[in-house]
Each structure stands twice: as structure tokens, then as C-alpha cells.
């Protein structure tokens, strides 16, 4: 069997589109699997990492700006997505899949469209309660189209074959070990707050987990791993004007992105975090508690009801950014960490809420899409 896989972006794209791969992998080892996304994007670094061979095409987003420059902007995007399903085509030329699979992000769209244009099946998988504008303009087209969540299926194509799965969790997620990923990472018994903001940062969550860090780096009370990601890189000064200096803090791990999250997670006693789909379900699949912080600058703004849907079941809490402060930031992980039966509560009930079939579940749609085909 041939796969061809695509998606790009975000993260909340791409692990969706690996835990995938591995899953198939680990049923059918002989399996070839080709991930195709952007030149220069995420997936160019992080594909290759998870040992999947890798083709990059070159595509952009359109602007939503009503300015002359996002007009001619827009226009170039028109001629990189006509050149992309050319290279697409080339691509699956020479691969010869027999499915192809889209996990969103605009990257996505041309290697789909390409794949349907040559007769191979094409499925879907759209990780939000609001799909993404890729997907909702294939899933008509699509063989299947899965969603994590049922209340997706409003705002795709009528008619469309829908299935609901959860959101593929990678094997070393649902695997990885409390214990064992602390003795990994050289952690010790104090408390570990993991926190990040997504892969490119976020500000307002940087500044916030600034107080805290600078802190446990004058205490030592926390062991703290953080992320600023890539537009962060002035968080080490920042903490530094607070009065910590992190290169000389043993127990802060600060660095630009987490490629060993699921270590990271495991070892965790507490998450601070947006509310991305798939960040939901790794916690819940890790039972973590959390604090989540949704960004405001997402379609229907669907992270605030992500992270409610945990907070209505005693399972995190919740600071919108429009409050968030590095005094409430502290104060709320402070109270996590200091009660152990709240702690217990809160990792008991995300662990409630998981999905943990969410991979057999998409493994079989694509079989059955595969042998229908055959």
C-alpha cells in the first residue's frame, strides 16, 4: 500500500498527519508513505525528523486585507497554487499512490485537488469544531471525511460521507511514561510546569509565563520547560529583565520549540497552553491538568469553546488572554500544583474525555476506502 500524506502550517496540522503515518506504520509495516508539504514550513523540519520521506511544494496563503499590496499578493498566491497542482501531479506521478490524505492547512488543497484529478481517493481529516477552508472546499470530493468533532459536519459540503474518529494521538503520547520521561529529561521531584504557545509563540502567553519562570528560577520551587517559539526569541531577555538569568538556572528549560513533547508532557504536573484541538486531545490522552489560554485569533473562535468543553467537566481551567496577567498566571498554577486532590480530579477527568481509539478508528476508514477502490 502507497500513502501519500499532506498538511501543513501548524502543528495542529502536521501531528495529526504523523500520529497517521505512525499508526499505519505500526499495522503494515511494509507500508510506503510519502508526506508532501510547504518549502520552508514546519513540516520541511519535522517530517523528516519522524523518519517519513518528504516532498516540498511552494504555496501560500491568501490574505483577507483589502490593500493594493494584499490584492497583488493575492494574485501571486493564484500562480503558486496553478504551479503547485503541476508539481503535485508530478509528484503522484511518480509515487503512484493508492489514497491520498489531507489533514488541513493550505498546503493540503493542491496536493488533494491533484490526487482527485488523477482518480485517487482522497480523505479528510479536519481536527476542529470549525473546519479550515481547505478542507470545507474538498470535502465534497472527498471518499471519507473524518472529524474530531461531530458539530464539524454543519459547516462541510452537504452530502458528504462523514465519519466521527476523535483526533489522532501519536503512539509515543498514548505511551509515554510519567517516570520514565523525568528520569529522561534529568528532572527531579519538584513540580514541573510545562507551558508553550504554539509553534510560531504567542506574546501575551510568553510575557505571563515570564513572572512565573523568572520566579522558580530564584526559588527553585518549579522545574519549568517553555517554549516561546519562533517569534519569541527575546523571552530570554525578557525573563532576564525580571531578574533571572536562565542560563544559569538548572531547573528552566527554555528554548524555542518542543520536539519531544511527548517526554515533556508525561513529565509534566501542569500545562499551560492555548486550546488547539490537538493539544486538547494529547492532554486528555495524558490526563494532564491545565491551564488553558485560547487565543482569540481564531475562526469562530472555537479555542474558547475547545477549552470550555474541559472546564464545564472539572478537568482545567481556563484564562481568557483579554485577563490574563503573570500575577493570575501564577496564582492559578500555584493552586493547582499545591492541592494534590485537585490535581488527581482534574487528570482523572481529561483522562475521562479522551478519545483513545481515535487511530483504529481512522486506520479503518482508510482500509475500507482502500479495498472499496481495489
Avoid at 519562533?230 to 533571572?244: A, N
Avoid at 528552566?252 to 520549540?257: C, G, K, M, P, V
Amino acid at each position: 500500500m502507497r500513502v501519500i500524506l499532506a498538511g501543513g502550517g501548524t502543528a495542529g496540522h502536521i501531528n495529526p498527519a504523523l500520529a497517521i503515518a505512525q499508526y499505519l506504520k505500526q499495522k503494515q509495516p511494509d507500508i510506503q508513505i510519502l508526506y508532501v508539504g510547504n518549502k520552508g514550513g514546519m513540516e520541511e523540519r519535522l517530517v523528516p525528523k519522524a523518519g517519513i520521506d518528504f516532498k516540498s511544494i511552494k504555496v501560500k496563503g491568501f490574505s483577507r486585507k483589502k490593500t493594493f499590496k494584499a490584492i497583488i499578493d493575492n494574485f501571486k498566491t493564484v500562480a503558486l497554487a496553478v504551479s503547485a497542482i503541476s508539481d503535485c501531479k508530478k509528484i503522484i506521478d511518480d509515487f503512484k499512490p493508492d489514497i491520498c490524505i489531507g489533514t488541513g492547512g493550505y498546503v493540503s488543497g493542491p496536493v488533494l485537488k491533484a490526487a482527485n484529478s488523477k482518480g485517487i481517493p482522497i480523505l479528510i481529516h479536519e481536527q476542529n469544531a470549525f473546519p479550515g477552508v481547505a478542507n470545507k472546499m474538498l470535502s465534497q470530493k472527498a471518499d471519507a471525511v473524518m472529524l474530531a468533532i461531530a458539530d464539524a459536519q454543519k459547516y462541510m459540503k452537504q452530502n458528504c460521507k462523514f465519519f466521527v474518529t476523535g483526533n489522532p494521538v501519536r503512539t509515543e503520547i498514548l505511551t509515554a511514561d510519567k517516570a520514565q520521561s523525568r528520569k529522561k529529561l534529568g528532572l527531579d521531584e519538584r513540580p514541573v510546569v510545562l507551558s508553550f504557545g504554539g509553534s510560531l509563540g504567542a506574546e501575551k502567553v510568553n510575557r505571563a509565563c515570564a513572572d512565573i519562570i523568572a520566579r522558580s528560577g530564584k526559588d527553585g520551587k518549579y522545574q519549568h520547560i517553555h517554549a516561546f517559539g519562533q517569534y519569541g526569541h527575546d523571552f530570554p531577555e525578557l525573563v532576564k529583565e525580571k531578574g533571572t538569568d536562565i542560563s544559569e538556572c538548572s531547573n528552566l528549560d527554555i528554548r524555542e520549540y518542543i520536539d519531544n513533547m511527548p517526554e515533556c508532557l508525561a513529565a509534566a504536573d501542569v500545562v499551560v497552553c492555548r486550546a488547539g484541538a490537538i493539544t486538547i486531545s494529547e492532554i486528555q490522552a495524558q490526563g494532564k491538568p491545565a491551564v488553558f489560554i485560547p487565543s482569540p485569533n481564531v475562526a469562530e473562535n472555537h479555542q474558547y469553546h475547545n477549552a470550555m468543553a474541559l472546564v464545564n467537566q472539572n478537568a482545567g481551567e481556563i484564562i481568557e488572554e483579554k485577563d490574563l496577567t503573570g500575577e493570575l498566571l501564577t496564582e492559578k498554577i500555584d493552586k493547582i500544583v499545591s492541592d494534590k486532590n485537585k490535581l488527581a480530579e482534574y487528570s482523572a477527568n481529561a483522562r475521562k474525555m479522551a478519545i483513545i481509539d481515535a487511530n483504529e478508528r481512522i486506520y479503518k476508514i482508510i482500509m475500507d476506502v482502500y479495498n472499496s477502490k481495489k
